[in-house]
């Protein structure tokens, strides 16, 4: 079964819209573990504007499932990640001016950098993921890397605008996860995934991390975070009984 990751990025999004101490991503995290969790994933930003230097401190301390840190390639948030060794990495693209992850990493453009972060995480046996786009040429550029994993973007799925262009974009990204585990990397998928949407992702990727967030932080405003973990795991659970 794909193991769930779960993003608590926009809990601290909601506390840093007044700037006060609740509610905590901590707190939610430990919840989203009750709820059944396997992994939780925060982004620390550069910007801080959610998620903070204090939150992935504790949340090392605390998660006990593995601890997945988001971070763009910015050596302050390099330095933070060697010193927190969280479970895993993941290398994003970042820009400020966006409200969230817009697309998938350049790694031909950004390949130098890439390989460096990739060889000091390596030394320290921190396993990186790069997030792309579900492109052959970033794919085999990933493996030359020598990235443990990579986490297929699936925002243009998830944003498709006809059931036509939703098909299109799962095949799409079904190809891209085939060909990664012929490349020797270990697939993973994310971005934009619901309730909705979710279960066609795993009957076709069959990926072997899933990380959401925004969803699931929505449907936890209504129901709370353990139930909306626990409805999501069973989304999920449902859709490879039916693959």
Known sequence: MAF?????????TVR???????PDPVWAAAE??????????????????????????????????ELNLEMSLDPEIVEIALSTRPDMVTVVPENRQEVTTEGGLD???????IEKAVERFR??????????????????RAAELKATFVELH??????????????ARLDELAGA????????????????LTYGNVADVVRRLKPHELHIGHSIVSRAVFVGIREAVRQMKEIMFRAELLA
């Open 107 to 113: 790694v031909t453009r950004q390949a130098d950098r």
């Open 16 to 22: 840093q819209a007044r700037r006060t101490y609740e």
């Open 32 to 65: 989203a573990e009750l709820g059944g969790a396997d992994i939780i994933t925060v982004h620390l930003r550069q910007d801080r504007r959610h998620i903070n230097d204090r939150d992935v401190r504790l949340l090392r301390q605390t998660v006990t499932v």
């Open 177 to 192: 996860a085939g060909l990664g585990r012929q490349l020797g990397l270990t697939v993973n998928a994310g971005h934009g």
């Open 123 to 140: 030394q320290e046996g921190i396993p990186v993921s790069l997030f792309i786009d579900a492109e052959e040429a970033h794919l085999r």
């Open 154 to 167: 699936t925002g243009r799925y998830a944003n498709a605008q006809n059931a036509a262009e939703r098909r």
């Open 4 to 12: 769930l990751g779960v993003n608590v990025d926009h809990v601290a």
